[in-house]
């Protein structure tokens, strides 16, 4: 999971492991940017893709799942325990996902729940077997590790985005833009910038950081930095 973490694209792997040690033959990991009125899947294990991209249009607030984690952080909630089967079965992942696919069961837990950002981990089963309760302990033992994993993530894609926007405004300014580090090294450079420096004509990025023309400049320049 912490691997999953740094590169969201092995989540699905991630999924598979922990599926497969719970005797589950699928599982999926819900993510909403915005918080649990924008929670969506983005990464599964053992349940097919098109059925999934219609659930994704559903209305998660209106669905089952996000409101049962969200009402018991840091425990594990399953179908007939926080859960009512017939809701499930009712539900759009119900009828879009799980039935066709010959899932009835759910195990799942929130791993993060605020305004701000969601996350939530969920297993199916098929109806011959239900998840016995020392299960949903294993993976209450697990959600420490499953909630660092999402929170690193979520970290990762905050700076991201900061970057992003910090990259775009530097854009619009109409001069020559670089944010630099303590020792002179480029940390953001504005497409300007970029076209000065391309040109070597007395600005340069070293190894080591910006170098003027010579050294007195360079370190005049360091030292203003």
């Known amino acids: 999971v912490y691997e999953a973490s740094l590169h969201p694209e092995s989540w699905p792997e991630a999924l598979a492991a922990l599926a497969c040690w719970l005797e589950a033959p699928a599982a999926f990991l819900q993510v909403g940017l915005g918080g649990p009125a924008t929670a969506t899947v983005v990464a599964s294990t053992g349940i097919e893709v098109t059925p999934l991209l219609a659930y994704r249009a559903s209305d998660p607030l209106r669905e089952p799942l996000v409101p049962a984690v969200c009402h018991h952080p840091d425990?594990?909630?399953?179908?007939?325990?926080?859960?009512?089967?017939?809701?499930?079965?009712?539900?759009?992942?119900?009828?879009?996902?799980?039935?066709?696919?010959?899932l009835t069961h759910?195990?799942?837990?929130?791993?993060?729940?605020?305004?701000?950002?969601?996350?939530?981990?969920?297993?199916?089963?098929?109806?011959a077997r239900p998840f016995t309760a020392s299960e949903c302990t294993?993976?209450?033992?697990?959600?420490?590790?499953?909630?660092?994993?999402?929170?690193?993530?979520?970290?990762?894609?905050?700076?991201?985005?900061?970057?992003?926007?910090?990259?775009?405004?530097?854009?619009?300014?109409?001069?020559?833009?670089?944010?630099?580090?303590?020792?002179?090294?480029?940390?953001?450079?504005?497409?300007?910038?970029?076209?000065?420096?391309?040109?070597?004509d007395g600005l340069t990025v070293t190894p080591i950081g910006l170098a003027a023309a010579n050294p007195t400049a360079t370190a005049a320049l360091r030292k203003a930095v």
Not at 81 to 95: C, F, H, K
Not at 106 to 127: K, N, P
Not at 139 to 166: F, G, K, M, S, Y
């Open 75 to 102: 425990e594990t909630v399953r179908d007939g325990d926080g859960i009512q089967p017939e809701e499930l079965a009712a539900s759009e992942l119900g009828r879009l996902v799980l039935v066709p696919a010959g």
């Open 106 to 127: 759910v195990l799942g837990a929130s791993l993060a729940c605020d305004d701000a950002f969601f996350a939530a981990v969920w297993l199916a089963r098929s109806e």
């Open 138 to 200: 294993a993976l209450r033992d697990l959600l420490p590790h499953l909630q660092r994993a999402v929170a690193i993530q979520r970290r990762i894609a905050e700076a991201e985005q900061q970057a992003a926007a910090t990259s775009a405004a530097l854009n619009r300014i109409a001069l020559g833009a670089i944010v630099v580090d303590s020792e002179a090294r480029p940390l953001l450079v504005n497409r300007l910038a970029e076209h000065i420096l391309d040109e070597h």
